[in-house]
């Protein structure tokens, strides 16, 4: 049966192909074609209201084929309540190619059902929450897309059309980002206008690519709904996850707000939360990237205090958002500086509203009983425009206009991006700041985000720990700081960068932005130094001390080693000899030292 259909899949492509190079060459059907065609076309679709001569007759009956082939092809059972889906043979090693192509199962993700089931993933109390439907705002949800894989999007579509309460869903605005991919074009008008005829689904073609942030200020500019919910083009929202955001801005306005993003594996599509216990919030690094940080102690009791539901699905203050998924009042949106429509691309532009929106005066929440599901892939399926660093740039926009001379930090970490000539003007970017009376960044720091950790702040010294040659430095060989890892030594880059940047703090504590130096226990002079997780309170993260050119590790009286690279480019602590020269070190930012 399935071979069956891919043929007829192919048949229909290549006629899909054929018409098009025959509509290219005549710029007309030849007669026999059109009736073919026609023939095919279900009379039901056909008497639906549609602008005349919007789509050629005979191309409908190609997209109606197609979609019905979709159709077969899908599998209700597959992946249903959101469990992994898998294919054997044929379709598995289709499947693993375009896998490797755009970091995303799209074999899997057609033949799942675009109405799939998910487990209901929210806290138990969520269940409990009432909501007076007619006294909330209206939304409109904006999805923007480049190129995402057809079924992808229209699961995003169809999910949400089934889990937002259809009197508060004014419209479902689609932002077409230049897209190059057919499907996307002609088969997306043609499927919305004959399976979603309630008019809520728009479709907004944008001639070029505009890049992520012009998409969604343009979705934001022809949207009506009282609130903006932006989503990624490749989510799955979850049971009742619309009214509790609505209900939030109608309490707080200035309130931004996310969900729950739980996580779909680009794999198998299998849709997983991390249990309805705890979650984490937005935090950021130094090096201007979003990260995921566990909600603080203080938060904790600030939820508490403030609110008077079970704390689990009270909302939580998140310092940073990660961006695709939110909900901010319309007018708020624009009142607050919407976006920085200089950033092109990708990336950035979700520090920059964080840190925006709390500096003036909102606040990014995450409300607990709202969930949707993402595709995170591990690399982007698209090239950036003329092949820049984007988020880069655009972080260092962010960076310049937000974070006062806190800025020093991020280019220290990015020194590749300091005085780059794509940064562009920042004047209007820096009036609106001026205009809207933001706060400074010390202030965010010190009130939103005091757990963050400042490398130069209350440091004895900071920078490159450089070896006597001067040509060697410690350097964490870019491990990803989420296990512990063996420090390294590597040749000193030029300028301070990330992997090599530490701080011996004024608690002696020897670390970098997330991880601190410890030694394992055990005997013998010749150990390891291991990269750990600092714990929030420094009485419990290692001590070591600063003299004479020697870093001593305090609890075994050892001194760091880089032992002439002999036995490898991990660093070690070894019994401390004023003659050893692998075992002296400068620190390039020396502080009330
Ligand atoms: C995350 C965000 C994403 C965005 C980004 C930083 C989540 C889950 N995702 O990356 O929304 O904030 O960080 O910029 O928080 N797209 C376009 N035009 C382009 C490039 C992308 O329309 O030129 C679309 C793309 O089809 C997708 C959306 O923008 O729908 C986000 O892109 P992504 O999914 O590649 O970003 P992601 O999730 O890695
Ligand atoms: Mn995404």
């Known amino acids: 049966k399935v071979l069956q259909v891919e043929d007829t899949i192919r ?148 999910s949400t059309l089934n889990t937002c309460n259809e009197k508060v869903l004014k419209e479902i605005i689609l932002v077409d980002d230049g897209s190059t991919n057919d499907e996307l074009h002609g088969k997306l008008d043609y499927y919305i206008s004959t399976r979603i005829p309630n008019g809520k689904v728009k479709v907004l073609r944008l001639k070029n690519r505009l890049g992520l942030i012009r998409a969604r200020l343009a979705g934001a500019r022809i949207a009506t709904g009282d609130v903006l919910i932006f989503l990624d083009a490749h989510c799955e929202a979850n049971i009742g996850w619309c009214e509790p955001l609505l209900q939030r801005i109608k309490e707080s306005r200035t309130s931004v707000l996310v969900p729950i993003i739980d996580v779909i594996d680009s794999k198998d599509f299998q849709y997983s939360t991390n249990g309805y216990k705890s979650f984490q919030v937005g935090g950021f690094e130094w090096s201007g990237h979003f990260d995921w940080i566990e909600v603080s102690d203080r938060e904790k009791k600030r939820q508490l205090r403030e609110c008077d539901q079970p704390r689990e699905i009270c909302p939580a203050y998140s310092p940073t958002m990660a961006g695709g998924l939110f909900a901010i009042d319309r007018r708020y949106f624009w009142d607050s500086g919407s976006y920085d429509e200089q950033m092109d691309g990708w990336g950035g532009e979700n520090l920059e509203m964080s840190f925006r929106i709390w500096q003036c005066g909102g606040t990014i929440e995450t409300i607990p009983c709202s969930r949707v599901g993402h595709v995170f892939r591990d690399f982007h399926p698209y090239e950036f425009p003329n092949d820049r660093d984007t988020h880069g740039i655009n972080t260092a926009r962010m960076a310049l206009v937000w974070m006062d001379n806190y800025v020093n930090i991020f280019f220290l970490h990015r020194p590749d991006l300091k005085n780059h000539p794509d940064i562009g003007d920042l004047t209007h970017r820096k009036l609106l700041r001026k205009k809207l009376r933001c706060k400074s960044f010390n202030w965010y720091l010190e009130n939103i985000y005091p757990e963050k950790f400042v490398p130069t702040k209350n440091a004895l010294a900071y920078g490159q720990i450089r070896a006597l040659s001067k040509e060697l430095c410690a350097d964490d060989l870019s491990q990803n700081n989420e296990k512990p890892y063996n420090l390294g030594i590597f040749w000193c880059a030029k300028k301070l960068t990330k992997s090599q940047f530490f701080t011996l703090t004024d608690t002696q504590v020897l670390r970098n932005e997330l991880s601190c130096a410890t030694v394992p226990h055990g005997r013998g002079d010749g150990r390891v130094v291991k990269m750990v997780s600092c714990m929030d309170n420094d009485d419990y993260n290692e001590q070591w001390s600063y003299e004479n050119e020697h870093l001593i590790h305090l609890n075994t009286g050892l001194c760091l080693d880089h032992m002439g690279l002999r036995s490898s480019d991990e660093l070690q602590v070894t019994r401390c000899d004023n003659d050893s020269e692998t075992q002296r070190w400068t620190i390039q930012h020396e502080k009330l030292l």
Request: glycine fraction near 2%.
């Open 11 to 158: 048949e229909a492509q290549s006629q899909n192909a054929k018409l098009k190079s025959l509509q290219e060459q005549n710029d007309v059907l030849p007669k026999e074609e059109t009736y073919k065609h026609r023939a095919r076309i279900n009379p039901r679709h056909r008497a639906l209201e549609r602008p005349q001569n919007e789509l050629e007759p005979s191309t409908e009956s190609i997209y109606e084929l197609s979609i019905r082939m979709d159709l077969h092809k899908q599998d209700p059972a597959l992946g249903a309540l959101g469990t992994s889906a898998h294919l054997s043979g044929e379709a598995a090693r289709r499947g693993e190619e375009i896998y490797k192509k755009i970091s995303l199962n799209q074999e899997i993700s057609e033949r799942l059902s675009y109405n799939r089931t998910l487990v209901d993933s929210r806290h138990p109390a969520c269940l409990r929450q009432t909501f007076d439907i007619k006294t909330l705002p209206s939304t409109s949800v904006i999805v923007i897309f480049y190129n995402e894989p057809y079924s992808v999007l229209v699961r995003t579509v169809h």
